[in-house]
Structure formats: structure tokens, C-alpha cells
């Protein structure tokens, strides 16, 4: 059974840093869509950045697009983020995606077949 596993939230003060980690586990799908997503209290959840494992292909949302990046460790089967410049706006619920059938169509919408339970980010001001 895939179980995709975050870890490395926290609270952290305005102008800090975070890495996210997100461990696949038994996820083997060579050629995958994969994502970070957040939904704040309120809020809709939103995508936050994706990145395709066959062609190292990313996308950023306008919001992180500069203070943002991922990365995929194939040998760790882990998937990162990290967000530099925290701001108290970026306090949201982090979720990691994953999904082998997107063909490259990573970003932008939520229609993935595999989730994380989350892992909580706040940024105090």
C-alpha cells in the first residue's frame, strides 16, 4: 500500500526556513507527477509546486515562485521543499502528491491518486 509521509513542519518566526520532506515509501511509479500542496484555515487548498521525475521539469506558484524549490532523491525516495523568506502568510496544512498517469501535467489542479496526511507550517510575524 502506498503511504506518501511528511515530516519537517514547524513553527518558525517571519524570514525563516524550512525544509519539507515527504517520504514515498513504496511508491516505485518511475515517471511521476509529483507535489506539494497547502491549504491554510478557510482557505482552499492550493498548489504549491510540482516537479516531474522524467524530466526534472518544476513548477512554483506566483506566491513562493523565488523563496521555493524541490528536489526528488530517487535513492531516499524522499520529495522536498524548501521555503526560504517565510512569511506569516505561508502558515498552512502541507501536503505531498504523487501520480504516475499526469504525464507531465503536474501543476495546477489536485487530480492526484496519492496524498499525505500533512504536516503543519506557521510562521509567526
Known amino acids: 500500500q502506498v503511504r506518501l509521509v511528511e515530516s519537517g513542519g514547524g513553527s518558525v518566526p517571519a524570514g525563516g526556513y524550512l525544509m519539507l520532506s515527504c517520504f514515498t515509501g513504496e511508491y516505485t511509479y518511475p515517471e511521476s507527477c509529483m507535489a506539494w500542496f497547502r491549504q491554510a484555515p478557510g482557505k482552499q487548498r492550493e498548489a504549491v509546486a510540482s516537479?516531474?521525475?522524467?524530466?526534472?521539469?518544476?513548477d512554483y506558484a506566483d506566491s513562493v515562485k523565488g523563496r521555493s524549490t524541490v528536489a526528488h532523491d530517487n535513492v531516499k525516495k524522499t520529495f522536498y521543499l524548501r521555503m526560504y523568506n517565510l512569511k506569516p502568510e505561508d502558515t498552512a496544512l502541507y501536503y505531498c502528491a504523487a501520480d504516475p498517469a499526469l504525464a507531465g501535467n503536474c501543476f495546477g489542479h489536485s487530480r492526484y491518486s496519492f496524498w499525505g496526511h500533512g504536516t503543519q507550517v506557521t510562521v509567526s510575524s
Open positions: 516537479f516531474y521525475t522524467k524530466t526534472g521539469h518544476t
